[in-house]
């Protein structure tokens, strides 16, 4: 059974940072694209970052450029997002999922990816 734990949440203030990460259990995701996304209460939910699968190329929201990271550790089979800098307006439920797919590309919309974590919320107090 394919499951995805998100970890590294929590409360923080403007300014702080958090590091999130995205443990995969069940199979391998060391060459499939993954994406962090979040939703925050009565929007929809959007990509923040994404990284392909064989040579980690990465996109980012332009809302998060220059201020969050995505990183893999394939050998550890998890995803990782550091986000620096967090503002009010970063506050929302946070998710990884992975798209079961090889490739070079990376995937910016939630439709496109076949597995998800339960996701972790992020608060950032002004």
């Known amino acids: 059974q394919v499951q995805l734990v998100e970890s590294g949440g929590g409360l923080v203030q403007a300014g702080d940072s958090l590091r999130l990460s995205c443990a995969a259990s069940?199979?391998?995701?060391?060459?499939?694209?993954m994406g962090w996304f979040r939703q925050a209460q009565g929007k929809e939910r959007e990509v923040v970052a994404a990284?392909?699968?064989?040579?980690?190329?990465?996109y980012y929201a332009p809302s998060v450029k220059g201020r969050f990271t995505i990183s893999r550790d394939n050998a550890k089979n998890t995803v990782f997002l550091q986000m620096n800098s967090l503002k009010p307006e970063d506050t929302a439920v946070y998710y990884c999922?992975?798209?079961?797919?090889?490739?070079?590309?990376?995937?910016?919309?939630?439709?496109?990816?076949?597995?998800w974590g339960q996701g972790t919320q992020v608060t950032v107090s002004s």
């Open positions: 990284i392909s699968g064989s040579e980690s190329i990465t």
């Open positions: 069940g199979r391998t995701f060391s060459n499939y694209p």
């Open positions: 999922a992975v798209k079961r797919v090889l490739g070079n590309l990376y995937y910016v919309l939630p439709r496109e990816y076949d597995y």
